[in-house]
């Protein structure tokens, strides 16, 4: 991810960590903070600016249409200015999210099948409107997650390596065309499966995909999504929390993952928070506290709510200062 290039500081102290859907991303904040307001001059102009880089365009969109869908600012902006350059990418990122959220919560439920249907002609829109556009394929391939019985002839294609059952393989593809590392394609396809309990098959893509990421990329950090999920789903957390202390697998994929993460630091570029929040923690967890501390302070003063909230539902947020703690206190 690109925006501002913020090398490792001093920790933080606690009560000035922020939560922030931009992170890093300085231009992004800005545009995030006007369109909570109503105002959407910033996000204009942060569209002109991001197209051409698809990945950035992918994650930028995606944070101004979560923070767009909260109030009615894209029905102003486009009363004002209907052909808006990226309007429609927007509206069709509120109404994907709009779909998988009363999708997952009520499924089958006729508000579910309206909003996603409603979804999917907002996504063939913005496929006719800008082409080259990412978001109308990521749009579909997360939309798949809904259709859990495959009835779509789209979610059910042949796999392009027969380690790997069925899917929506063709959005996946299309989503790739003009970013083939993107990393939001590769977080629906997994997330695709795990919303079918599919563990195996997410496993195997990510082992037959990973090893052709280029260095650096944040695509490095999915497999610590997974141990996170493992976990989510264990009845025995105990049991399963020892896979980042007495898995050797798992410590050297978070050491790999972390590697990556400083070669992407000496290329100025950023991970997400999210993604960084995600080794953090694998880090911490496998006792590797030095290089945990280095994330952290890296990280500061922005935090992301995953993966604490997932290891700590009832308290996300002291799980969080005490990995923070017992990480800089072994680094000094």
Not at 36 to 48: E, M
Not at 112 to 122: D, F, N, P, T
Not at 271 to 281: G, T
Not at 292 to 316: K, L, T
Request: neutral net charge.
């Amino acid at each position: 991810m690109k925006g501002e290039q913020v090398m490792p500081s001093a920790p933080t102290a606690a009560d000035q960590l922020v939560q922030h859907p931009a992170g890093h991303d300085g231009e992004l904040r800005a545009a995030v903070e006007e369109l909570r307001q109503g105002q959407w001059w910033s996000a204009r102009t942060l569209l002109a600016s991001s197209w051409g880089d698809p990945g950035l365009w992918a994650s930028r969109t995606q944070v101004l249409g979560a923070v767009a869908g909260h109030n009615d600012v894209l029905c102003h902006w486009g009363a004002e200015e209907p052909t808006a350059f990226g309007l429609t990418t927007l509206h069709t990122r509120v109404a994907v999210d709009q779909a998988l959220l009363v999708g997952q919560r009520q499924p089958a439920s006729r508000d579910a099948v309206a909003l996603e249907g409603g979804a999917r002609q907002w996504c063939w829109l913005a496929a006719s409107v800008l082409g080259g556009d990412p978001v109308p394929w990521l749009g579909l391939l997360t939309l798949a997650q809904l259709d859990l019985g495959q009835a779509r002839l789209e979610h059910r294609v042949p796999a392009p390596d027969q380690m790997l059952p069925p899917g929506p393989w063709g959005l996946f593809d299309q989503a790739r065309r003009t970013d083939p590392w993107g990393r939001e394609a590769f977080h629906r396809m997994l997330r695709f499966w795990l919303a079918r309990n599919e563990v195996g098959p997410a496993t195997e893509f990510l082992a037959i995909y990973l090893p052709s990421a280029p260095r650096g990329s944040a695509l490095h950090a999915l497999p610590l999504y997974l141990y996170v999920d493992r976990y989510r789903r264990a009845k025995s957390k105990e049991a399963v929390q020892m896979q980042w202390t007495d898995d050797q697998t798992v410590r050297d994929t978070v050491l790999a993952a972390f590697s990556h993460w400083q070669a992407a630091l000496a290329q100025g570029v950023r991970w997400p928070v999210v993604d960084e929040s995600h080794l953090a923690h694998a880090l911490w967890a496998s006792r590797q506290r030095p290089q945990a501390a280095e994330v952290f302070a890296a990280m500061s003063p922005f935090i992301s709510a995953q993966p604490w909230q997932s290891m700590a539902a009832d308290r996300p947020g002291g799980l969080l200062r005490q990995a923070m703690g017992q990480s800089y206190a072994v680094a000094g």
